[in-house]
């Protein structure tokens, strides 16, 4: 029997609820999904300790080998849009954004990498981010950590 590939926001939506399940077993408060300000709307937002953070799911179908890196998802529009709804929520005191990119694999099993605190860099797109964690489906509900 086969069944019927979810769709584009279904996909998006089953995304979003395993990051939010990552960014709770990190022990952050989970504030609110798909937040609307006046400059963007912002998947997921968070408090990292005192830190307000907005968190951009990019969920996809495909192998561990043939995916883009994830640096290749946000440009420095998105990522100004972003900052900019972050200081319509909290406009003073720290903020930051990152990045969970969550990829489905062709045996259903799901992998998880987050970058932190992305930045823009240079006049085109792209970014950079401190430090990042990579989580497949083995071992805790989230998996095992790869730090890079």
């Known amino acids: 029997m086969r069944f019927a590939k979810p769709t584009t926001a279904e996909l998006g939506e ?21 937040v609307r300000t006046a400059h963007a709307e912002l998947d997921l937002v968070a408090l990292d300790d005192q ?29 100004l849009r972003q900052a900019k709804a972050l200081r319509d929520i909290r406009p003073l005191g720290p903020c930051r954004i990152d990045l969970v990119e969550i990829l489905i694999l062709k045996d259903g099993s799901r992998h998880l990498t987050h970058l932190v605190e992305l930045k823009p860099k240079g006049p085109k797109s792209g970014f950079e981010d401190r430090y990042s964690t990579n989580r497949g489906d083995s ?6 950590i790869d730090r890079r």
Request: positive net charge.
């Open 139 to 144: 071992g805790s509900p989230l998996g095992p």
């Open 51 to 79: 830190v307000l953070v907005a968190i951009e799911v990019k969920t996809g179908r495909g192998t561990l080998h043939a995916r883009r890196a994830p640096r290749e998802h946000l440009g420095r529009r998105t990522l």
């Open 14 to 34: 089953c995304g979003e609820a395993f990051a939010a399940a990552h960014i709770s077993s990190l022990g952050w408060r989970l504030l609110g999904r798909r």
